[in-house]
Structure formats: structure tokens, C-alpha cells
């Protein structure tokens, strides 16, 4: 499976960004699709999933502006960010996997496969 995150760039705090991920090679629908970003100096966090069955699970830091979601039509997962906030200033990664517990959803070594990652910055 390859996956193809874009959507990155440059915002004031307080803006909304929308990211995409694509993906291809193999059946996206039973796939769990997760977010997760790396700031300078700190370990790449969990930020939002997605399980084949469209439950959502999200960071306690990003519940409430952030909004993960998936199109299997297009093979794609999305993650829209409102009100963002400096502190948001990451890589942000899209990751899947196909066995997932749900327990494991917020740990990185559990999924598969990464997207190349896009750089979200937010302005104060």
C-alpha cells in the first residue's frame, strides 16, 4: 500500500487547514487510517483514526477542531483542522494498517504503512 499525504502549508492561528491522504495498492476500505505528526525535538503523537467501520478516535489535544474522515469511493482519508493553533506546528503523517485493535490505535509501530508526511505551520 502506498499512501500520498498533501494539504500542508501556512496558516495564522486560528485557521483551518484540510489535509488529504491517498492511497493505493491495496483495499483501502478495510483499511484503519491514522493521523499522527512529529514537531522538532519531539516524538512523532498520535492525532486521529479512522477504523474501516468509520468510528473516529481522536487526541484529547485535537477533539473538538480536528476532524478525521474517509471517502473509500476515492481511496482517500481526510483530516480537517479548525482553529488551529501554534502548538499544532507539526509533520503530519497519514499511516494504515489492517489489524488494529482498537486499543492500539494511538501507538505508531502498530501501523504499516506511512505517507511521506506534510508540513502544517501555524502562525501566532
Known amino acids: 500500500v502506498q499512501l500520498q499525504a498533501s494539504g500542508g502549508g501556512l496558516v495564522q492561528a486560528g485557521g483551518s487547514l484540510r489535509l488529504s491522504c491517498a492511497a493505493s495498492?491495496?483495499?483501502?476500505?478495510?483499511?484503519?487510517m491514522g493521523w499522527f505528526r512529529q514537531a522538532p525535538g519531539k516524538e512523532r503523537e498520535f492525532v486521529a483514526a479512522?477504523?474501516?467501520?468509520?468510528?473516529?478516535h481522536y487526541a484529547d489535544s485535537v477533539k473538538g477542531r480536528f476532524t478525521i474522515s474517509r471517502d473509500n469511493a476515492k481511496n482517500t482519508v481526510y483530516l480537517q483542522m479548525n482553529n488551529l493553533k501554534p502548538e499544532d506546528t507539526a509533520v503530519y503523517y497519514c499511516?494504515?494498517?489492517?489489524?488494529?485493535?482498537?486499543?492500539?490505535?494511538?501507538?505508531?509501530?502498530?501501523?504499516?504503512?506511512w505517507g511521506q508526511g506534510t508540513l502544517v505551520t501555524v502562525s501566532s
Open positions: 499511516a494504515g494498517d489492517r489489524q488494529i485493535i482498537l486499543s492500539s490505535l494511538k501507538f505508531p509501530h502498530q501501523y504499516d504503512y
Open positions: 479512522i477504523r474501516y467501520s468509520s468510528s473516529t
Open positions: 495498492g491495496g483495499t483501502f476500505s478495510r483499511y484503519t
